[in-house]
């Protein structure tokens, strides 16, 4: 149907009405990504009427499903349908409520450049874009307008995204913008489901707090202190077992010694083995499983333990006091016998009196008569 005006009236305005289909059923190769955009298929007529009518580029339609009251706008994208026949992306069939074939007016219209939208991703999954600014920058290629209250689609890394167009700039009553050859500054709104982190205010660090009387994490054994629970006596590093562990792991030579000859032993000859492909005759070392040392403290989630030895500061009168007690005797207790009685000590009389030896120019005789010494 078309609607003109006589002589110093409106210009002549296009308006028809065709059936709807989605675009999915257009005849000829597929058209995936007329899915996730704005814009329709119409028929060689409808080309026909608007040459003649001089409609102003860009060509934005309005369209209506007068029916349920509703309406939006899109634009052109080829002119290849059959004719009576429309192909709308199935998210537009859902704004208009409209089905497989119910009629829909379509009429010319003129939008204002857009110079704001803001949108409501109707997902979460829309924050696991990247780049959102990019991507809504590339799909809206696709788009020649956009209507307040629309809901439209588009792909991204195999995924399809849900968007909600909640205000647009410049406002009128079509409560429609042209999306083509204009700077748009888009908004976001939060996604629907989206649920603020919780943020507790207080210092940087917290103590976990207990409940029913049990730290968090649960208690790692029902009886006796942490220090027990985890057997950090026979653990730390100042104990004899820690001790004899470090040895262990720093040896070399940690496997008992073997004799080359034994008497009585036979002695086996190893005996030649046929190889076999794919497999080694070497018999691979069995890995050592060392017990010893200091063992990892295994404790619950969220415990900590605070149980290493502290080695108190020391001033300079303990110093002192220890250098004092360096410089004493080691040795100054009284000896044990083996009968279990103190050693008595020795009287005077008992001392050993050093023997005097004889001058070596002085001899002696048989008679005991001393013999004189020779003059030099």
Not at 117 to 144: G, H, Y
Request: with cysteine; charged share 20%.
């Amino acid at each position: 149907m078309m609607q003109n005006r006589g002589m110093g009236g409106r210009p002549k305005r296009f308006d028809e009405h065709y059936r709807c289909y989605p675009s999915g059923m257009l005849p000829g190769p597929d058209r995936d990504y007329v899915d996730f955009g704005g814009k329709i298929f119409m028929p060689p007529s409808a080309l026909e009427k608007l040459t003649r009518l001089h409609i102003e580029y860009p060509m934005n339609f309005e369209l209506i499903n007068g029916a349920a009251g509703k309406t939006t706008h899109a634009g052109v994208l080829e002119f290849v349908a059959e004719e009576g026949k429309v192909y709308l992306p199935p998210w537009m069939m859902d704004t208009l409520l409209v089905e497989m074939g119910d009629i829909l007016q379509i009429r010319s219209t003129s939008l204002k450049p857009a110079s704001f939208v803001k949108i409501q991703p109707q997902s979460t999954n829309f924050l696991e874009i990247t780049d959102p600014k990019a991507v809504l920058e590339m799909a809206f290629r696709n788009f020649a307008t956009l209507t307040q209250g629309d809901i439209f689609k588009f792909k991204y890394n195999e995924t399809i995204y849900e968007v909600a167009v909640l205000e647009v700039k410049p406002t009128s009553e079509k409560m429609g913008v042209s999306m083509i050859e204009t700077d748009v500054s888009v908004d976001f709104a939060p996604p629907l489901g989206y649920v603020e982190p919780t943020s507790s205010r207080g210092s940087g660090t917290s103590t976990p707090r207990s409940v029913n009387g049990l730290p968090i994490g649960g208690t790692l054994h029902h009886h006796g202190t942490m220090a027990a629970a985890i057997n950090y006596d026979a653990i730390k590093p100042t104990a004899s077992s820690a001790a004899s562990g470090a040895r262990a792991v720093s040896s070399n030579f940690l496997l008992g010694g073997q004799k080359l000859s034994k008497k009585g032993a036979k002695v086996t000859t190893p005996q030649a083995s046929t190889p076999v492909a794919g497999k080694s005759t070497n018999t691979p070392p069995q890995p050592l499983r060392r017990t010893n040392g200091p063992q990892p403290l295994r404790l619950a989630p969220n415990r900590l333990f605070f149980g290493y030895d502290v080695k108190p500061f020391k001033t300079q009168a303990d110093k002192d006091k220890e250098n004092a007690e360096a410089l004493q005797p080691h040795f100054a207790g009284q000896g044990q016998t083996l009968r279990g009685g103190a050693v008595k000590p020795k009287a005077e009389s008992e001392k050993v009196v050093p023997e005097l030896k004889p001058e070596p120019n002085v001899g002696r005789r048989l008679d005991g008569k001393k013999v004189p010494g020779k003059n030099p």
